[in-house]
């Protein structure tokens, strides 16, 4: 059961002519956000507990929960609740915003969200693990430690040679929370970095800035390609055989974008050549992945199962800006990350 939290009716922004306003959340992050009670004082909380219910704070059963806010939030999706949480939504009537824990909003529910009045705002918590979580990866395949476990294993005293990252090249498709953040890594290793995005101009962060239509002309120069842009009509297949024959030979490619941005086909006919030599992928176009899929056995696949964001700090960082937009939110200032109706198609 999730701490009470004790409310003051009296602190409501006259945006909701003094009416609560009805809040949902999970158990677990009003157990996190329990030390901050001021920060939710004026709501009306409901509160989703661990078994899929819908509870006042003093523990009674909510039949009719019709939330005007909603924090999606990590531990949702974690405990398998999260189909739960957007059925409350979907079956409420006075929906205002939700903030989710993603980054992307390419399922359809996010568009049924919208449809609804729903305003969406996604999150950037993650983008520092992501970042890290690229590097780590890279930084494996660039120094081959493998290798030197091998010669140890074997008593061999060998020099094993490696790659500095400061003499590679990176193509970073997408320049949004993600790609920044690891661009802003790269950035003292030396690496020289271009990004993709649609929006014309040159980012302190990049050494260049080039458009989506324009990739083909920088793959044949770049060592390492990070997918780290949104699902859409324009993004799906991107890595498609002809991406891939003109990726330099020998060349990294790492996905934490989403599975359908690559042909998952043609990657493995690139493999086969050596364009890239090696695939990281964190997503996969069907996720699980099948048992009797090739990705789990090729020799130079790195697969983890959609793990890039379980870095320590995401969940901190959602809550705080969770917290930061409801003060937003009640206030009737913009929204940080809000979504563009376009984004899913409306």
């Known amino acids: 059961m999730a ?9 409501r922004h006259a945006l909701f002519a003094g009416l609560p306003v009805r809040t949902l959340l999970s158990a677990a992050a009003l157990d996190r956000l329990a030390g901050r009670a001021d920060r939710l004082a004026g709501l009306d909380l409901l509160i989703l507990d661990h078994g899929g219910v819908v509870r006042d704070p003093l523990g009674g059963v909510v039949d009719d929960p019709d939330p005007e806010i909603c924090w ?19 079956d409420g009537r006075s929906g205002r915003w939700a903030q989710s824990f993603s980054a992307g909003l390419d399922s359809p529910v996010f568009r049924r969200l919208m449809e609804k009045g729903y305003r969406l705002t996604r999150s ?9 979580y690229v590097m780590a990866q890279v930084m494996a395949l660039l ?20 790659r500095e990252v400061g003499e590679t090249r990176w193509l970073v498709v997408g320049l949004g929370a993600i790609g920044g953040a690891l661009a802003s890594r790269l950035r ?24 989506p239509d324009r990739i083909s ?3 044949p120069e770049t060592d390492v390609v990070v997918l780290a842009c949104p699902l859409s ?24 974008a989403r599975g359908g941005v690559v042909d998952e086909d043609a990657l493995r006919r690139g493999l086969g050549r050596g364009q890239p030599a090696w695939a990281v992928l964190d997503v996969v ?16 696949v790195r697969l983890t199962a959609h793990t890039s964001a379980a870095g320590g700090g995401v969940q901190r960082r959602g809550d705080a800006l969770f917290l930061d937009n409801l003060a937003r939110f009640l206030a009737g200032e913009p929204l940080r990350n809000e979504a563009d109706p376009a984004e899913v198609g409306l």
């Open 72 to 90: 999606l939030s990590l531990d949702v999706y974690e405990a398998g609740l999260l189909p739960v949480m957007l059925g409350v939504l979907m």
């Open 233 to 256: 009509d324009r993004t799906r297949g991107l890595a498609d055989d002809a991406f891939f024959q003109a990726m330099r030979p020998g060349a990294i490619l790492v996905n934490v």
């Open 217 to 219: 002309a920088v793959l």
């Open 285 to 300: 176009s069907e996720e699980p992945l099948p048992a009797d899929s090739w990705i789990w056995s090729h020799p130079r």
């Open 124 to 132: 950037d918590a993650q983008a520092p693990a992501i970042a890290d």
């Open 188 to 211: 003292p290793f030396g690496a020289q970095v271009t990004a993709a995005r649609r929006t014309p101009g040159p980012d302190p962060r990049v050494d260049a800035v080039t458009s």
């Open 3 to 11: 701490r009470a939290v004790v409310l003051d009716p009296r602190s």
């Open 143 to 162: 120094h081959p430690f493998s290798e030197q476990a091998d010669a140890r294993a074997e008593r061999e005293w060998r020099r094993v040679p490696f």
